[in-house]
């Protein structure tokens, strides 16, 4: 889910950032490292302890409820999270070609060498005559 500064957290929650200090010093609520480094909260964690959100809302003509920090918080994630993806997507996909071209390239020696075993097996053997006295190495 979205990750939200503590700020953010406090008053979307209706909380004060010290509350939220005193639940993560106690371990009832984890912080997360933020974008910049600073301590954040996942909403999914401020849920999770809290419950529902108690945040101002806005109304739109249709009567349902949207949280502008939320959303645009949220809106902002996903869209890093899309563009995460598809990196790794591409780098599977590279990954995947050269796996291939790999995979190739060994068949074809794989086969080289089937062919060369095959060539050596069914050579013919050069047959030495037999020899009707052996020589002696040593002349006396």
Request: aromatic share 6%; glycine share 4%; net charge positive.
């Amino acid at each position: 889910m979205a990750i939200l500064t503590i700020t953010e957290a406090a008053k979307l929650f209706g909380k004060s950032r010290t509350t939220l200090y005193k639940h993560n010093k106690s371990g009832a609520l984890s912080f997360v490292s933020g974008s910049d480094g600073k301590p954040a909260v996942d909403m999914a964690e401020m849920l999770r302890v809290f419950g529902s959100v108690h945040g101002t809302s806005v109304h739109n003509t249709q009567n349902e409820h949207f949280n502008t920090p939320t959303l645009n918080t949220e809106h902002g994630l996903l869209e890093e999270k899309i563009a995460a993806l598809q990196e790794v997507i591409r780098r599977q996909d590279e990954l995947l070609r050269k796996a291939d071209d790999r995979e190739k390239w060994l068949q074809e020696r794989l086969e080289r060498s089937q062919q060369q075993i095959q060539a050596l097996i069914h050579q013919p053997s050069e047959q030495q005559p037999p020899s009707a006295k052996r020589k002696k190495w040593w002349p006396w």
